[in-house]
């Protein structure tokens, strides 16, 4: 049996095990240091947004696009498997629009996505007043509304991902941490042979090794010939409560404006975030109130009635961002023949899990 270990159990190493786990003939072992979805992927609001997004080819296109159709069959596939329930919401996204932008750009990504197989809507300030009449701020002329992106909540998705593995047989080791990537280097050649992780609780052989550690990759690369260098980007959200529901009861998508997201919860609560906030000279990342609180303010702008909103709790992720290479890596380490990079998925890890797993499948096993 090939056995292959995966570093990191946020979105994206649970999303792998779960995928290679319907590989037949394979030994998986998913490890973290934590438990699951303690890192960037339990800060975040699981706001996929992928028809919404200005990426129409290449690369970043083909990624949502596959994730998009995975999510399609994922969601229902881990619940019958698990029997847990995956709080996803299936009344879309919509993008409020202001005074002073343009509509050509929308309406060439609206023929783009019906080509695709996609809708997009364009709606008028009276259709907007109508279907979310929580929404009132004058410098509001409209929406762009996505009924097929979903939102979903990352850690009950990561956790079910885990629980799916590990009934498909991976082995799940949590509260150990990889230290070091132990290799040979092949005869006649530079290239090197991951043989063995070490660990805290000693040594794993292994055949092959995915690293989806977020931002613990760059210091096990550290010591590779090319390390991989995975910053982080603070964002910080909160979660508020409303005695009564704003606007429509039975039409709640996630809003989204100027970069801040309102997330529906059900029962008057939502999510709204989240800063984007870059490390100083020094590498420092420290989080800033005041942020925060122009995040709120901002999506107090947008709906009035937020203004009276109890804040259950505030908390703060770190996104693990690359450099000097676009988001995401998903390739080999360079000079490794069984190491592969599943990381620096920086805004978009939740949106692009599935994608990233089915890549990594594809690799190995076609
Ligand atoms: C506030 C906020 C909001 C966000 N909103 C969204 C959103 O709406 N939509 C979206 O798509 N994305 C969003 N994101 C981004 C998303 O959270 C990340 O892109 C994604 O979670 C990255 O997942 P990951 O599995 O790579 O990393 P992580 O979740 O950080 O997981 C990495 C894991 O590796 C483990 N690990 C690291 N080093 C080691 C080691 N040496 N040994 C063992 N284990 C190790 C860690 O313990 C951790 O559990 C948001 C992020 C933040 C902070």
Not at 161 to 177: D, H, P, Q, R, Y
């Amino acid at each position: 049996m090939i056995h292959i270990a995966i570093i990191g159990a946020g979105v994206i190493g649970a999303a792998i095990a779960y995928e290679l786990s319907l590989v037949k003939g394979l030994r998986i072992t998913l490890i973290d240091k934590q438990v699951s979805a303690l890192g960037s992927t339990g800060a975040a609001l699981g706001v996929l947004m992928g028809i919404l997004s200005r990426k129409t080819k290449g690369r970043g296109w083909k990624l949502r696009q596959t994730s998009i159709e995975r999510y399609k069959t994922l969601i229902s596939e881990l619940e019958i498997l698990t029997k847990q329930n995956i709080p996803v919401n299936h009344q879309g996204i919509l993008m409020l629009r202001f005074a002073e932008e343009p509509i050509g750009e929308w309406e060439n990504l609206i023929t783009i996505r019906q080509s695709q197989g996609y809708d997009l809507e364009i709606w008028d300030q009276k259709t907007l007043n109508r279907k979310c009449p929580h929404i009132d701020n004058p410098r509001i002329i409209g929406a762009i509304y996505s009924p097929q992106d979903l939102q979903i909540d990352p850690k009950k998705l990561t956790r079910v991902l885990v629980k799916g593995a590990s009934m498909n047989g991976v082995e799940c080791k949590f509260g150990i941490e990889v230290k070091n990537i132990i290799y040979d280097t092949l005869k006649d050649s530079n290239l090197h042979q991951c043989y063995e992780i070490q660990t805290t609780e000693g040594n794993l052989k292994i055949d092959k090794l995915v690293i989806a550690a977020g931002l613990g990759a760059t210091p096990l690369t550290i010591t590779s010939s090319q390390p991989l260098d995975i910053r982080p980007v603070l964002g910080q959200a909160l979660h508020i409560k409303l005695d009564k529901l704003p606007g429509n009861k039975d039409f709640q998508p996630v809003i989204t404006g100027n970069d801040v997201h309102i997330v529906p919860l059900g029962n008057g609560e939502y999510w709204i975030g989240a800063t984007v906030e870059f490390p100083d000279e020094m590498g420092e990342i420290i989080s800033h109130p005041e942020l925060l609180e122009k995040v709120k303010q901002q999506a107090i702008s947008f709906c009035p009635l937020l203004q009276d909103a109890k804040v259950i709790k505030t908390w703060f992720g770190k996104r693990p961002r690359p450099q000097g290479e676009p988001a995401p890596v998903i390739r080999e380490l360079p000079h490794y023949n069984n190491v592969l990079l599943a990381t620096g998925h920086y805004r978009n890890g939740v949106l692009l899990a599935p994608a990233t797993a089915l890549a990594i499948r594809e690799y190995w096993f076609g």
